[in-house]
């Protein structure tokens, strides 16, 4: 649905956004994911239209940004880091008043403010102001004011920047719930809510793609490696040490000191290796008695933290 090919944008010397090429299906809830200063916004301010691309070309569809740029944004839904909302009216009239300029009908604009309310669980407060709101509140209206069109594409960026952990959960459950009809792409900088809402992430650093797939192919793709966790009893560490070492796809493995009979043990492996089987052979063979089987999952905190770091 949206192609985004050798995408680059410069402000003088300093490159924002360095070739970025990018696919995103109808449907897919895409997270962008980066440190500040990543090129984060900078991306989803081309995508919107509101602002022009340096170099390479962004299609939604069989338009381009470029030369059919008020088309594009009518099919977008686009919410900034700082809604930018006007504070003195009550919420009812504000959104009635989105709907005016979004081109809905007068008759229909009632139905679909409230069916807004109701998606952004907004309905006890449309008759409040919006100064008198907390910022998760404000964050709904400003969601509200981005899906008005019913778009078929909705961007935002930072959408729970500064919320508290239920505000973020609220927000994660509308995203999640609004993601079953449109595609989502929003950018974050908390892991977590990556993690539980997402499809997809990208993770852009130094305005580069670095990675990009599920979360689980990332915790792989980051180092190559897992690490798988055993603990056995009837066993001594050298043995294990001298019967593992060769497995095919184990690279490492450490151990830790006995304790009441109880040998633990780390195995280092290739990603796109599964030593399981090998694994337990050795260990049904030898009559040791298993407690411990697991495969390791990274923290996306760690993939996040070893594709982003500086050196």
């Known amino acids: 649905m949206i192609h985004i090919e050798h995408l680059t944008k410069r402000y003088g010397e300093t490159v924002a956004v360095n070739d970025v090429s990018l696919d995103i299906e109808k449907g897919e809830v895409l997270g962008l994911l980066g440190p500040n200063g990543a090129g ?22 069989d338009r381009d940004i470029r030369t059919d740029t008020l088309s594009i944004k009518e099919q977008i839904g686009y919410l900034p880091e700082s809604a930018p909302l006007y504070q003195n009216m009550l919420v009812y009239d504000y959104l009635m008043d989105v709907a005016a300029i979004r081109g809905i009908a007068p008759e229909n604009r009632m139905a679909r403010v409230r069916e807004l309310a109701k998606t952004c669980a907004l309905e006890k407060v449309m008759h409040k102001a919006i100064h008198e709101l907390s910022k998760g509140y404000r964050q709904r209206v400003g969601l509200a004011h981005a899906m008005m ?19 973020i959960i609220e927000i994660r459950e509308i995203i999640k719930a609004v993601g079953k009809e449109k595609t989502v792409i929003f950018s974050t900088h908390i892991l977590s809510e990556a993690e539980a809402t997402c ?51 184990v690279n490492e493995v450490k151990t830790g000191a006995p304790e009441d009979g109880q040998v633990s043990l780390m195995l280092s492996c290739d990603a796109d290796t599964d030593v399981r089987p090998d694994v337990y052979r050795i260990i049904r063979d030898n009559d040791w008695g298993l407690l411990e089987f697991h495969r390791e999952s990274r923290s996306l905190e760690t993939v996040f933290r070893e594709l982003t770091k500086e050196n």
């Open 199 to 249: 499809d997809r992430i990208v993770i852009i650093h130094k305005g580069k793609i670095v990675a990009d797939g599920a979360t689980e192919e990332l915790k792989q793709q980051a180092s190559g490696r897992y690490t798988l966790s055993i603990k056995l009893t009837g066993a001594d560490t050298a043995a294990c040490t001298a019967l593992f070492s060769p497995v095919i796809g």
């Open 40 to 61: 984060k916004t900078t991306t989803l301010r081309i995508l919107t239209g509101y602002l022009p691309p340096t170099g390479g070309t962004v299609r939604v569809g």
């Open 149 to 167: 069109s019913d778009p078929e594409i909705l961007v935002l960026d930072e959408p729970t920047s500064g919320l508290d952990p239920n505000q």
